[in-house]
């Protein structure tokens, strides 16, 4: 089950539009018309990345009255910052080792080259 979530919400994602909604429902709610506004898209191109989202979970949908606000939901990302963290602490295990390469290489060639006044 969670390897589907994290494969919808990548998917979700790799859309450009979809990420710029995600930003901007970060900052604050909006709306479907203030996000057709923020966009060079049509409110039903809107509509359909925001069903992309809401199917996701990334969004939750609120009625008030007429309209429908749009916040961002943390769930999702939080499942996924689990499932990346194995490859993050890889990574800075990797970089760590590197580091410490250099450093060792650095003190070798200070040794085999003293400076002399």
Do not use: C
Not at 88 to 100: A, C, F, V
């Amino acid at each position: 089950m969670l390897d589907r979530v994290i494969s919808n919400v990548f998917s979700a994602v790799a859309n450009d539009t979809r990420r710029s909604i995600l930003e901007a429902v970060r900052t604050k709610p909006r709306s479907v018309s203030e996000l057709t506004a923020l966009f060079e898209l049509s409110r039903p191109a809107v509509s359909e990345h925001l069903r992309v989202l809401r199917r996701t979970g990334l969004v939750r949908e609120e009625p008030q009255g007429q309209k429908r606000i749009y916040h961002l939901e943390a769930a999702p990302f939080a499942e996924l910052a689990d499932w990346l963290h194995p490859f993050e602490r890889y990574w800075r295990d990797r970089l760590g080792d590197l580091s410490q390469a250099l450093h060792e290489l650095e003190e070798s060639e200070s040794a085999d080259n003293p400076v002399t006044d």
